[in-house]
């Protein structure tokens, strides 16, 4: 565990000294700022889903941008044979980068946190919404990060990384959409697993263990296949 801890703080203080961190939340920032002062919601219902359904589609847009340089910097720097023969485990090297990745999604999503302060502050919002929509984003976070690092351990390209990663994460959230077009019961186990399918009700107030269950799933699987992959290149 005190690898693992090493490991993240170690990620972290990167994010800090690279100009990506802060140009990716930079562009988050505006980008969800701009929808959630266009939403008719933001007025009418003093709800934050103009930002929930913007922050969505650009967590899976930017989240590949925080992970891709984790694994693929380490492979294409040479940096990557020192990492694996440290007395560290693979799970440790891979825990610790997405714990790393965790904490800069973290601080990114805490500071929409003056979308609904101005709520509190001009309306009365339910916070009920609030709260379980930050915590599908979250779990969403997880989600991205653990695909991210996962395409990272596959290359030396970092933008190969991001591309492959965006692609998964765009697959899995309209994959939803497209089983619509299927016979019912096909669709409704197609759209079991989108990333779509759980995040409108977080959205609505409604914390459903399905839907944690299933971010979690997928965020171990991911973790999973990528210390598998770096089991693999310690061999190769």
């Known amino acids: 565990m005190r690898n693992t801890i090493?490991?993240?703080?170690?990620?972290?203080?990167?994010?800090?000294?690279?100009?990506?961190?802060?140009?990716?939340?930079?562009?988050?920032?505006?980008?969800?700022?701009?929808?959630?002062?266009?939403?008719?919601?933001?007025?009418?219902e003093t709800s934050i889903n103009g930002f929930l359904q913007a922050g969505v589609?650009?967590?899976?847009?930017?989240?590949?941008?925080?992970?891709?340089r984790l694994l693929a910097e380490e492979r294409k720097l040479g940096t990557i044979e020192l990492l694996l023969t440290a007395p560290v485990?693979?799970?440790?090297?891979?825990?610790?980068k997405?714990?790393?990745?965790?904490?800069?999604?973290?601080?990114?999503?805490?500071?929409?946190?003056?979308y609904p302060l101005l709520l509190i502050?001009?309306?009365?919002?339910?916070?009920?919404?609030?709260?379980?929509?930050?915590?599908g984003l979250l779990l969403l976070g997880y989600t991205a990060l653990a695909i991210g690092i996962f395409t990272s351990s596959l290359t030396s390209n970092q933008i190969v990384a991001a591309v492959v990663a965006i692609g998964i994460l765009l697959a899995l959230?309209?994959?939803?959409?497209?089983?619509?077009?299927?016979?019912?019961?096909?669709?409704?186990?197609?759209?079991?697993?989108?990333?779509?399918?759980y995040f409108p009700d977080f959205m609505r107030g409604i914390v459903d263990t399905r839907g944690i269950i299933y971010y979690l799933s997928i965020t171990a699987l991911f973790?999973?296949?990528?210390?598998r992959s770096l089991e693999n290149s310690r061999w190769s």
């Open 57 to 68: 589609i650009l967590l899976l847009l930017f989240a590949p941008l925080l992970t891709m």
């Open 173 to 197: 959230y309209f994959v939803g959409f497209a089983a619509s077009f299927l016979p019912e019961a096909l669709g409704e186990v197609i759209g079991y697993f989108s990333l779509s399918n």
């Open 98 to 114: 997405f714990l790393g990745g965790l904490g800069i999604l973290t601080v990114m999503l805490g500071l929409t946190l003056y």
């Open 6 to 44: 090493t490991i993240a703080g170690k990620e972290f203080k990167s994010y800090l000294a690279s100009p990506m961190a802060y140009i990716v939340t930079g562009i988050f920032l505006i980008a969800t700022g701009f929808f959630f002062s266009i939403s008719p919601a933001t007025y009418t």
């Open 223 to 227: 973790l999973f296949l990528a210390i």
């Open 121 to 135: 502050i001009f309306g009365d919002p339910d916070m009920g919404p609030i709260g379980a929509g930050y915590l």
């Open 89 to 96: 485990r693979d799970s440790e090297i891979i825990l610790g």
